[in-house]
């Protein structure tokens, strides 16, 4: 459980931010925050992750995930599906997992990587991209489809 940081420009579009426009009243900006929540929370559902009694709640850039999940896995995946959307700065997970484990690592990717590059920074041989591609499944489709800013799960070897 903590607070994890994301870039709010770069990420997929599920909805305008607009919660720092001075014309927006308080009542459409709590509207606006959920129905960026109800998105995100249609995203991750989308993406078929293992979760229970999951709720998450958005304002000014900050998504809140709350429920349980049974590993630490699918706890990492609904993060990153959380937090890799335009207009999130940052996630507060407080899920519970059945089966704690290690806490994660995330590594942001910059302008130039590919998953080889990242591979062999982060394990020593390029080789081992596909199990950085696995891990970040079904949020990557395509090993070659990643972009600056995107965090990803590094999994231990």
């Known amino acids: 459980m903590g607070l994890f940081s994301f870039i709010k ?9 607009k919660d720092d426009a001075p014309e927006v009243s308080p009542e459409e900006k709590t509207r ?9 929370f249609d995203r991750i559902n989308s993406l078929g992750l293992k979760w229970s009694n999951l709720m998450v709640s958005y304002k000014s ?8 999940t049974p590993d630490q896995e699918n706890r990492e995946k609904i993060i990153l599906a959380a937090g890799n959307v335009h207009g999130v700065d940052n996630v507060d997970d407080q899920l519970t997992v059945e089966a704690p484990a290690a806490e994660p690592r995330f590594y942001t990717v910059v302008k130039g990587d590919t998953l080889s590059k990242i591979a062999a920074s982060q394990y020593g041989s390029a080789a081992k991209y ?7 499944k079904p949020m990557l489709k395509d090993p070659d489809k990643i972009y600056p800013g995107q965090n990803l799960r590094i999994p231990p070897l």
């Open 130 to 136: 596909p199990v950085i591609f696995e891990a970040n």
């Open 9 to 17: 420009e770069a990420g997929e579009k599920l909805f305008g931010h």
């Open 61 to 68: 850039g900050q998504v809140t995930i709350t429920g349980s």
């Open 32 to 40: 606006l925050n959920q129905v960026a929540a109800q998105a995100i």
